[in-house]
């Protein structure tokens, strides 16, 4: 075996119902409390008032609620939370949500205790501009089963001026705890559901066929494949099926350890200019858009590994296969959008495939096929329908 490493400094606590521990886990962070959350599906859910409520008991009491936070969250989002919470001297940050609410809390994290804003720390291929060293402590309760920003070092971020959507990636942006409750995520709706669990989906594939190396991080990705094969269609269509739910937030994490390790590939970096451009595009929907045409683009690149994902699939092991099992799988939630029915115009291809190229070249090389220029434009092309 080659060498790997496996950093992963995250205290996992998963269960349902443990939303209730939220309150004993934070004490030991602190007095001050800013809570980073959406606007609307933490309230009406009641996973809001279960976390106020388990920190009152706690004698945590001095709590800001930041509510502001939306899908494809800004660069000012996180810029406007980190200034109060510098002004308010904020102990600890509990992100509460879905990916979005999850990301700008870890990225709050980092711009309110060290120089500059936001933009300054995410990743152009020639990397951040600062590098931060400080950071306050991070508690993740994730919403949703998908993200996998509970458990690891990536904030996702988009700057609407520029429109690019790039990647906060540092040791420091580690939450320090993920209480995973799959119970809060039990409000989502079908579509929801399923956009979030097509997320982890290309999570687990992306991690586990492109040409990083970490046999430990493969473990996970394909685990979660087969979890997500199997639960995410009962979760979709029967949305009170608690086994269900349970399995996705449990595949839904998995997945996120992979991707810490082995990062994502050429469906995310080609998913992510979209949403720059189209910030009503949610994450889930651009990556069920792309992510056939890409599986056929890319499943020569790695045959043994499309041949295991297919096997994992339920397919015969052949890896040809993989384009077969994700398509069924896209079919069998209901989630089989084009870029057209997104509402991308045709001509903004081009800018869309320039801006991967700039911002995503350093991700080309672990793909399972290097692609060039073309290969991009044609591939947004076929995904176009
Ligand atoms: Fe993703």
Redesign the pocket.
């Known amino acids: 075996m080659n060498p790997f490493d496996f950093y992963l400094p995250v205290e996992i606590i998963f269960g349902t119902g443990s939303v209730e521990k939220i309150g004993n886990i934070a004490k030991r962070f602190g007095f001050k409390a800013m809570i980073i959350t959406g606007k609307k599906s933490a309230k009406e859910s009641g996973a809001l008032y279960a976390v106020l409520e388990s920190l009152e008991k706690v004698g945590i009491k001095d709590i800001l609620v930041f509510d502001r936070v939306e899908p494809n969250p800004t660069d000012k989002q996180v810029n406007d939370a980190s200034q109060i919470a510098v002004k308010e001297k904020v102990d600890f940050i509990i992100g509460l949500g879905g990916?979005s609410s999850l990301d700008v809390a870890k990225a709050v994290s980092i711009v309110s205790s060290n120089e500059g804003y936001a933009w300054d720390y995410v990743n152009y291929p020639e990397g951040p501009r600062l590098i931060p060293f400080l950071n306050r402590p991070v508690i993740c309760i994730p919403t949703t089963a998908?993200?996998?920003s509970e458990v690891n070092r990536y904030s996702?971020i988009s700057n609407p001026i520029r429109k690019e959507k790039l990647v906060i990636s540092h040791s420091l942006n580690y939450p320090k705890v993920a209480l995973i409750d799959p119970a809060l995520t039990k409000t989502m709706s079908p579509y929801l559901t399923a956009i979030t669990g097509i997320?982890a989906f290309?999570?687990a594939l992306e991690s586990f066929t492109n040409r990083a190396y970490n046999p430990m991080a493969d473990e996970l990705a394909i685990r979660a494949v087969r979890i997500i094969k199997e639960w995410l269609p009962i979760a979709v269509k029967d949305p009170e099926n608690m086994k269900a739910r349970e399995r996705m937030s449990y595949a839904s994490m998995l997945a996120g350890i992979a991707?810490d390790k082995k990062r994502?590939a050429l469906i995310?970096a080609m998913?992510h200019p979209l949403s720059a451009h189209y910030p009503n595009i949610a994450?889930?929907e651009g990556?069920a858009a792309l992510a056939v045409a890409i599986t056929e683009f890319n499943y020569r690149g790695n045959p043994e590994k499309y041949e295991l994902f297919a096997e994992a699939m339920g397919y015969e092991r052949k890896a040809s296969k993989a384009v077969n099992a994700v398509l069924d799988l896209l079919k069998s939630v209901d989630l089989t959008p084009n870029l057209r029915s997104l509402g991308v115009k045709k001509e903004s291809i081009e800018k869309l495939t320039e801006d991967v190229c700039m911002l995503s070249w350093h991700s080309f090389k672990i793909n399972p096929v290097e692609p060039t220029p073309e290969d991009i434009y044609r591939l947004y092309e076929t995904a176009y329908g």
């Open positions: 990916g998908g993200t996998g996702v997320d290309i999570h991707i994502v995310h998913e994450h889930g990556l």
